[in-house]
C-alpha cells in the first residue's frame, strides 16, 4: 500500500488470507481435539465410572502431542485458490455455525474411538493401566489423522507426484514424526511408565490403536468437503 503498486497489494492480500486460513485450522484442530478430551472426562465422571484417561495424560497429551502436531498448522502454505475466495465480511466471527458442528462431530468421534477402546481392553484384560494407556495412543492416533486430513501434506504430496515441480508441504509430517517419538516414550519407557500409569505396548496392540484413530479421517473429509475450514 505504501509503493501504490498493485503487485504488492496482491502478494499483501494473499498474505493475510493464508495467515488467516492457518489460524482457522488451528483452532479446527485444537478445539475438536480438546473437546473429545472433556467429554471424556466429563463423561467418566457423570457416570460414575473409571476414568477412561486419567488428567495427568490428558496433561501429557495436551502439552506434548497436541502441540507438536497443532504447531504444524502455522507453516502452511498458501492453498490452492486461495485468491479465488470471496472476500470475508470484516466482522466475520472465528466461530462460526460451520465450525461448531466440526468441533461437535469430531469430539464425539474421539468420544466413542477412547471410551470404546478403554472399555474393550478393560473388559477383555482386566488391566486398567494397559486399557488407559491404549485408550490414550487411540487418542494420539487419531488426532494424528485428523491433521493429516485437514493439512495440505497429503495434497501436496500427490501433486508433486504428478508434477514435480510443485512443493510438498511436509512441515506436518515432521510433526507426525515428532508424536510418534514422543508416545514411545510415554509408553515404553520403563521410567515414564510410574509417572503416568502406563504400560508398555506390543507391536499388534500399538496397531490396534494406530487403527483405531484412522476412520476420523471420514468425516474429517467430509466436512472438508461441505465445510471446509478455509
Known amino acids: 500500500m505504501t509503493d501504490d503498486n ?15 486460513g492457518n489460524l482457522l485450522k488451528t483452532i479446527g484442530f485444537i478445539l475438536p481435539v480438546n473437546g473429545g478430551e472433556a467429554m471424556t472426562i466429563l463423561g467418566g465422571i457423570l457416570a460414575g465410572a473409571t476414568l477412561p484417561i486419567l488428567p495427568v495424560q490428558i496433561l501429557w497429551v495436551n502439552m506434548a502431542s497436541s502441540v507438536a502436531l497443532s504447531a504444524t498448522l502455522a507453516f502452511e502454505p498458501k492453498a490452492t485458490g486461495t485468491m479465488e475466495r470471496s472476500p470475508m465480511r470484516p466482522n466475520q466471527p472465528l466461530l462460526t455455525g460451520k465450525l461448531l458442528w466440526r468441533i461437535l462431530i469430531i469430539s464425539l468421534f474421539n468420544l466413542i474411538a477412547v471410551l470404546g477402546m478403554f472399555e474393550w481392553i478393560l473388559q477383555t484384560t482386566g488391566t486398567i493401566n494397559l486399557a488407559r494407556t491404549m485408550a490414550v495412543h487411540t487418542l494420539v492416533a487419531a488426532e494424528t489423522f485428523y491433521l493429516l486430513s485437514i493439512s495440505q501434506c497429503i495434497p501436496s504430496l500427490f501433486a508433486y507426484l504428478r508434477d514435480r515441480t510443485r512443493t510438498v508441504a511436509y512441515i506436518p509430517a515432521i510433526g507426525v514424526v515428532c508424536v510418534f517419538i514422543l508416545q514411545i516414550f510415554f509408553s515404553q519407557l520403563t521410567i515414564i511408565n510410574p509417572l503416568f500409569n502406563t504400560q508398555p505396548l506390543s507391536m499388534v496392540q500399538a496397531l490396534i490403536c494406530i487403527s483405531a484413530g484412522i476412520p476420523v479421517i471420514v468425516p474429517a473429509l467430509l466436512l472438508n468437503r461441505f465445510s471446509p475450514l478455509a
Do not use: D, H, S
Not at 498493485?6 to 493464508?18: K, N
Open 6 to 20: 498493485f503487485a504488492t497489494i496482491e502478494a499483501a492480500v494473499e498474505e493475510g488470507r493464508t495467515v488467516y
